[in-house]
């Protein structure tokens, strides 16, 4: 969180900004000149069908994008969503973030999407997690990131599995889940176990 001191001495609080460098990709804030590409993907076919969602609701994937940007005005900030950018070419390739908002003191739920043309490059999804995870415990002061998928989407569940994050919780989810036949999967991975975590060293030597 940046501040500055106007005459009476007294800091002002400015909104803390999102910008996360990896090898390949960079997370940061949107930009209202991302919302193109952001509605692209989400109106994608193969999106919509994952997700059950309406041919026509261009409405939700703009209204998405207009809560993101209002999210980055919250003093203190609570909810940080990134878009993930290839390094390259600046290529949109998703979007990842950590929301405190409605969470106990020290808790964020994780969550991360890929375009569909981006499905399958679990390389790409552990790399930009881990730096997503790396930066709740050790700027953020998280003491505990959860997040829950659908048991269907076996990409999700087994990055939450290769982080070593303990699968919490199975339930009904909601009906888009319920019609596939679907659990919604609920995990947790603590601070002190990603500390100690062979999988951390493991990218901390990379």
């Not at 050790?138 to 290769?162: F, M, P």
Request: proline share 3%; aromatic share 10%; charged share 25%.
């Amino acid at each position: 969180m940046l501040r500055k001191s106007v005459g009476s001495g007294r800091p002002i609080v400015l909104p803390t900004t999102m910008l996360i460098h990896t090898p390949r990709f960079i997370l940061r804030d949107f930009l209202e000149a991302d919302r193109a590409a952001f509605i692209s993907y989400q109106m994608d076919p193969r999106y919509r069908c994952l997700y059950d969602i309406g041919q026509a609701d261009e409405q939700r994937a703009q209204g998405l994008f207009d809560l993101f940007i209002t999210w980055q005005r919250e003093v203190p900030r609570q909810n940080f969503q990134a878009g993930i950018f290839e390094r390259e070419t600046g290529r949109l390739c998703g979007c990842a973030g950590l929301r405190k908002a409605g969470r106990q003191n020290g808790t964020a739920v994780l969550g991360i999407e890929l375009t569909p043309d981006d499905w399958g490059r679990y390389r790409l999804a552990i790399e930009v997690a881990s730096a997503l995870v790396e930066h709740g415990f050790q700027d953020l002061d998280l003491h505990l990131i959860v997040g829950s998928t659908a048991s269907g989407n076996t990409r999700v569940e087994r990055l939450a599995r290769w982080f070593g994050a303990d699968i919490t919780a199975r339930r009904a989810g909601p009906e888009w889940m319920v019609t596939r036949g679907w659990q919604e999967v609920e995990w947790a991975l603590a601070r002190d176990d990603w500390a100690k975590s062979g999988r951390r060293r493991s990218l901390s030597a990379n």
